[in-house]
């Protein structure tokens, strides 16, 4: 299983971004997928997750201002991220269990300006 992140950037604080991770196989054989984010000088943190359920699960911090979705068709989870603030800047990667065994991708970048 590859896991591929793309979508994220420089945006300023208030701002929104939208990082996409897309699989290589069909997400409906995923137990859930979730989006962690590791800071400069910060240990990698869970931030979102999606269950294969649909039930959903956020970091404190992030709640009220970041979605986490799914679109089955492209395979795709995306992380809408909305009212951005310095504190969000950080690497973002996709993690997903399939068959009992926990993928990554390599990340992408979200950069938030104050």
């Known amino acids: 299983v590859q896991l591929q992140a793309s979508g994220g950037g420089l945006v300023q604080a208030g701002g929104s971004l939208r990082p996409s991770c897309t699989a290589s196989r069909s997400i409906f054989s995923f137990n859930y997928i979730s989006w962690y984010r590791q800071g400069p000088g910060k240990q990698r943190e869970s931030v979102a997750t999606i269950t294969s359920g649909g039930t959903t699960n956020y970091l404190d911090s992030v709640k009220g201002r970041f979605t986490i979705s799914r679109d089955y068709a492209k395979n795709t989870v995306y992380l809408q991220m909305n009212s951005v603030k310095p504190e969000d800047t950080a690497v973002y990667y996709c993690?997903?269990?399939?068959?009992?065994?926990?993928?990554w991708g390599p990340g992408t970048l979200v950069t938030v300006s104050s």
């Open positions: 993690n997903a269990e399939y068959d009992s065994i926990r993928h």
